[in-house]
């Protein structure tokens, strides 16, 4: 699940899109390179998100991790394209 592009179903953040950065159990751990960022994501539960796409490579999420500082403008990038595609 790591990786991918997910929407909020539920909460304030309905409808927001995340990255998924991380999974902790039932839970997964979203940035959206704004207001949640790579160092300091949204932890939600599984069930109240809905996975759009594959999203990122393993190697894109490797250059995430090396570079920090540069992750949450990756982050808002990349699903300002996914918004652009859909449109």
Not at 24 to 50: Q, S
Request: glycine share 10%; hydrophobic share 35%.
């Amino acid at each position: 699940m790591v990786g991918k592009l997910a929407v909020s179903l539920a909460g304030h953040d309905r409808g927001t899109l995340y990255l998924v950065v991380g999974q902790e159990g039932d839970f997964a751990l979203l940035a959206d390179g704004v207001y949640k960022t790579w160092k300091k994501p949204k932890k939600k539960n599984g069930k109240h998100i809905r996975i759009l796409c594959d999203g990122m490579t393993d190697r894109e999420l490797e250059a995430l991790s090396v570079n920090p500082a540069d992750a949450d403008t990756k982050i808002k990038r990349y699903i300002r394209l996914y918004k652009e595609r859909k449109q």
